[in-house]
């Protein structure tokens, strides 16, 4: 009994250990206060507003974007392979526990009479036995088998721990699927309410054109102008007409995009986003949040750390693969020719015992393996820190492309108002016989083409804030949305702890 006790207590002790590294999440080396060294951002950011879409204040906009979760194909994709994930996880489990089968056999066997029996048969007539006839027989078995691989070194725990981080890494992979999907959706939305902005300008800039040409054509029946000014007016009125069948091109192609990102058939939203709207305002401040918290907020940083956590936890595996291991094996059962004393003590048959493999040789491949999930290891710290820097870069780069486009717009607004000032005088002095008509089509061109880059640096300064709020990780830092698909039910969960 000391025996067995100590050896039990000697197993519990060693199925405590776990061979191989323990997972540190990384530093993210990100700064504390500002993402860049310009004194315009020194200010106390904003905490990220989770529904950032709200900002724009565009009720149409915040409706499509609460559809996302629900129809959009990707996440529904990545939600399939966060199911997966966890099915695998359940399976790697699963190894931590007793296999346990039950097996029933019923055989009828009857043996050759020219067969090894007849050599008993030959023995007993010698000794003067009568001879005997074979005769078919009936067996019945009834067994339990059970076989047990004890996780001494914490192989399996690994294994466990490992996919237990690719679960956390499909998770995040869901979000960045959501988070990638709003921007797109917000993106592309902006993009539509620009472009019907445009043909409003158009059609804005058609109805200038033909009323100069109508005040050309009145001019030339009073033979006060020629036909050349005639036909200079008629041609700019065309040049204007025909920039908008490919701006009405743009909006059905960006309102297909929209079906297709709620997962519609073309043409769909046609009713609730072909009627005209101005391009969603950006707000006065915009929410950045502290740039430490970057890594928390983004699905893709987690989803690295996350994948560095399964490769470091993968090496302990393999590590695991170079100690003996312990299987308990048993069989109980009963057998019997009868089947109404199957389950009387006299056919009870039972087998226990363990089963002890050494590796000794395997032709460098354990330590082959060994060095590959190391190897494995470093390269995702590597893309780790890759996907960090990026990150940083995005968030930097949208910050800088909003405040300048801001301001650049500002300086387009005002080109427009001296355009327009400038046209009415050109035509008012076109009137009174004081310049010619090419001054009239120059300045009518000029308002043309500010208005338009006036409207396309409108549309910029959203596109660029729905950039900047993509950088910073969507919003959606570490739960899923409500109204998203449900995810499945977690299977066997083991810790990872020593």
Not at 20 to 46: A, C, I, M, W, Y
Not at 136 to 157: C, F, H, K
Not at 278 to 293: D, H, K, L, Y
Not at 411 to 421: C, F, G, K, T, Y
């Amino acid at each position: 009994m000391w025996r067995t006790t100590t050896a039990l207590a000697a197993m519990s002790l060693l199925a405590g250990c776990m061979v191989g590294p323990n997972f540190v999440p990384p530093n993210p080396q990100l700064p504390e206060t500002s993402f860049t060294d310009d004194v315009r951002d020194k200010q106390l950011p904003l905490p990220t507003d989770p529904l950032w879409w709200a900002t724009f204040r565009d009720p149409i906009l915040t409706n499509l974007a609460s559809q996302i979760a629900d129809s959009n194909l990707d996440v529904q994709t990545a939600t399939v392979r966060l199911a997966e994930s966890r099915f695998q996880r359940g399976i790697a489990a699963a190894a931590q526990w007793p296999s346990v089968n039950a097996n029933a056999k019923y055989v009828r066997e009857l043996y050759s009479n020219n067969g090894i029996a007849s050599l008993l048969e030959k023995l007993l007539v010698a000794q003067g036995s009568p001879p005997f006839t074979i005769t078919p027989i009936n067996e019945y078995t009834v067994t339990l088998d059970a076989s047990w691989q004890l996780d001494l070194w914490g192989s399996v725990r690994r294994q466990v721990e490992s996919a237990s981080a690719q679960v956390d890494q499909a998770a995040e992979r869901q979000r960045d699927a959501l988070v990638s999907n709003l921007a797109e959706l917000a993106r592309d939305y902006i993009q539509l309410r620009g472009v019907q902005t445009q043909i409003r300008i158009a059609n804005d800039n058609l109805k200038i054109a033909k009323d100069i040409l109508d005040l050309v054509n009145e001019r030339h029946k009073k033979g006060i102008q020629n036909g050349l000014d005639v036909e200079s007016a008629a041609a700019q009125v065309e040049s204007v007409r025909a920039q908008i069948p490919a701006l009405q091109q743009q909006e059905v192609q960006n309102i297909n995009a929209l079906s297709l990102l709620l997962g519609r058939e073309p043409g769909a939203l046609k009713a609730e986003l072909g009627r005209p709207k101005a391009v969603p305002p950006a707000p006065a401040r915009v929410p950045v949040g502290v740039p430490s918290e970057l890594a928390r907020r983004r699905p893709d940083i987690r989803a690295a750390e996350a994948q560095l956590h399964a490769a470091t936890a993968d090496i302990g595996v393999a590590v695991g693969a170079f100690y003996p291991s312990i299987q308990l094996n048993g069989t109980i059962g009963y057998d019997s020719l009868h089947l109404n004393n199957l389950f009387s003590p006299g056919s009870l048959q039972y087998t226990v015992g363990p089963t002890i493999s050494v590796p000794i040789f395997a032709g460098g491949r354990l330590k082959s393996t060994l060095e590959l999930r190391k190897a494995q290891q470093v390269e995702a710290a590597i893309a780790y820190r890759k996907t960090v820097l990026q990150a940083w870069h995005e968030v930097v780069n949208a910050m800088v492309s909003y405040r300048l486009e801001r301001e650049r717009r500002g300086r387009l607004s005002a080109q427009v108002e001296h355009a327009r000032a400038a046209l009415g005088l050109a035509r008012d002095r076109y009137i009174e016989g004081v310049s010619d008509f090419l001054t009239v089509l120059d300045a009518e061109r000029t308002l043309l083409d500010a208005s338009q880059q006036q409207a396309t640096s409108n549309t910029n300064v959203s596109l660029y804030l729905v950039q900047l709020f993509k950088a910073l990780g969507g919003g959606w830092e570490l739960t899923f949305p409500v109204g998203a698909p449900p995810p499945p039910p977690a299977k066997l969960v083991a810790s990872a702890a020593p």
